[in-house]
């Protein structure tokens, strides 16, 4: 039976990018299915636009659609949490412990607490 290997942190990097940007496609699309309205498809289709046939299916399926979309998402987002977690871990240890910050257990726990409410509450609550 063969070992499991840890992934590189520049491969879970680029894989966290790369989920990163599946994240946002499904978003996108998301958007782009709620808040379109038939009407404003309907004129473009008539003029021969490249793509309202697809827009059009979109919006006559609304249901379908966001479930693909939400499924998209949901799976993206486990995906960019189970790579990206450990490797931030990985990095933020060697950060710490280039500031001989990781000597104590103690001290660890309280610079990520410490860096997590900074975080939340100058950045995370952005409208």
Avoid at 39 to 44: F, K, N, S, W, Y
Avoid at 88 to 117: E, K, Q
Wanted: charged share 15%.
């Amino acid at each position: 039976m063969r070992a499991v290997t840890k992934m590189s942190d520049w491969l879970a990097l680029i894989v966290a990018v790369v989920l990163l940007a599946a994240n946002a496609f499904f978003v996108a699309g998301e958007f782009a299915v709620t808040s379109t309205r038939r009407l404003q498809i309907e004129p473009l289709a008539a003029q021969g636009k490249r793509g309202t046939t697809a827009a059009l299916w979109a919006v006559e399926h609304v249901s379908l659609v966001l479930a693909v979309t939400q499924l998209g998402i949901t799976l993206a987002s486990t995906g960019l949490g189970a790579v990206a977690e450990p490797a931030f871990d990985c990095a933020s240890v060697r950060f710490l412990r280039s500031l001989s910050l990781t000597n104590s257990p103690h001290r660890f726990h309280i610079c990520a607490g410490s860096g997590g409410v900074f975080t939340y509450c100058f950045r995370g609550n952005d409208p």
